[in-house]
């Protein structure tokens, strides 16, 4: 059974930093690419940043966080990872990693980023 676990969101300040995990289990982790995603309250879900499987682990990430956000990964440890820096109040959401695989997508129950003075 796949599961999927997020940690370390919080309040922050704006300029401030954060680091999410998300350790993953019941999945060969090393073959999968990694997703982040976020929702904001009335907003519909919003992907954030992508790390595909394999060497080299190429990323992508959305236009709204590009240079801001880093994401990572650590085979060995089942987790993925999202540096996020500079943060601004529009980054405060619900963060979610994501998965898909056997044709299915699979969320974890997601951290909340709160970003604020």
């Known amino acids: 059974q796949v599961q999927l676990v997020e940690s370390g969101g919080g309040l922050v300040q704006p300029g401030g930093s954060l680091r999410l995990s998300c350790v993953a289990s019941?999945?060969?982790?090393?073959?999968?690419?990694m997703n982040w995603y976020r929702q904001n309250s009335g907003k519909q879900r919003e992907w954030v940043a992508r790390?595909?499987?394999?060497?080299?682990?190429?990323?992508a990430y959305a236009d709204s966080v590009k240079g801001r956000f880093t994401i990572s990964r650590d085979n060995a440890k089942n987790t993925v990872y999202l540096q996020m820096n500079s943060l601004k109040s529009e980054d405060t959401a619900v963060y979610y990693c994501?998965?898909?695989?056997?044709?299915?997508?699979?969320w974890g129950q997601g951290t909340q980023v709160t970003v604020s003075s």
């Open positions: 994501k998965v898909y695989l056997n044709y299915r997508h699979f």
């Open positions: 790390i595909n499987s394999g060497r080299g682990s190429s990323t």
């Open positions: 019941g999945v060969s982790f090393s073959s999968y690419a």
